[in-house]
């Protein structure tokens, strides 16, 4: 399948890895990096999750690697097609919509732990996540993202 869309672009892929490493001081990776024009074939092969949205009034996803996009069931085009809100409950929005805006005002935050669910009803936790703003190296906010190794289906 061919990855379209704002999110499929090495520029995108740079614009997560580099704020990510700006906000937090570290690296997705410790020890390994993308290679230079090679970063969206890195960040979509990753072994873990990698996700990102955009700042519409109701953003929508506009990256999933390929562990997000089985972990909620969903291809490319209907992940990159997805309100970010519509990856919780309806009863975990509120919750989720708050800690946004924690992330917003903070720039990033580590130790996330909260529910989701898959496109076929699949509920489970995300454990220790990292939610950040997509900062470019002039200060603009290009929406957020989120990463994660463990997850616990409930």
Not at 34 to 47: D, H, I, N, R, S
Not at 64 to 91: C, H, I, V, Y
Not at 98 to 125: A, H
């Amino acid at each position: 399948m061919k990855l379209t869309g704002i999110g499929a672009t090495n520029e995108h892929a740079r614009l997560i890895i580099e704020s990510y490493e700006r906000l937090t001081g570290k690296k997705l990776i410790e020890g390994e990096e993308a290679v230079p024009g090679k970063e969206l074939e890195w960040l979509y092969q990753l072994p873990f999750v990698v996700l990102s949205h955009g700042r519409e009034p109701d953003p929508v996803l506009n990256f999933g690697n390929l562990t997000a996009q089985k972990l909620w069931e969903m291809d490319w085009a209907t992940f990159t097609d997805t309100p970010s809100r519509l990856t919780a409950e309806p009863m975990e929005r509120g919750e989720r919509d708050r800690f946004l805006r924690i992330v917003d005002e903070q720039g990033f935050v580590d130790n996330y732990t909260g529910i989701r669910i898959s496109s076929t009803g699949i509920r489970f936790y995300i454990v220790n996540a990292t939610v950040w703003n997509l900062i470019d190296e002039n200060g603009n906010n290009h929406g957020q993202a989120a990463t994660f190794q463990e997850h616990k289906y409930i």
